[in-house]
């Protein structure tokens, strides 16, 4: 399935948001749903996203007719193919991650030929 980075970058926030939302539940049974707009809200605020709100609500309404959300008393969900998408991005995120992780840690153990340029 073809997405945009758009729907991607949202998806990928709404998986992150839910991650830090149930971070002290992990232990128990339990996980936490947020609305539409409480999302909404807190991406706008976050300053991060630089989209209107109403381009916000469009991307979830595309999000949701892909089969990627769905809304479970007003609440947001993720489906089945939706998880398998947020894991494929963080998957791909966590390999640039990991890059450049390795590169602030590790120092090169011989000397490499390097040029000046101007």
Do not use: C, W
Not at 50 to 55: D, F, H, L, S, Y
């Amino acid at each position: 399935m073809k997405l945009t980075k758009t729907h991607r970058l949202i998806l990928y926030a709404l998986g992150q948001f839910y991650l830090q939302l149930n971070q002290p539940l992990k232990e128990k049974p339990l996980q936490l749903r947020t609305s539409k707009i409480a999302f909404i809200t807190f991406l706008l605020h976050s300053g991060i996203i630089t989209k209107q709100e109403r381009a916000l609500y469009k991307n979830l309404e595309m999000l949701e007719e892909k089969n990627l959300i769905s809304y479970d008393n007003r609440m947001v969900k993720f489906t089945e193919l939706g998880l398998q998408i947020l894991q494929k991005i963080e998957t791909e995120i966590n390999q640039f991650v990991q890059i450049e992780e390795h590169f602030k840690k590790e120092k090169p153990k011989q000397k490499l030929q390097t040029v000046i340029s101007s």
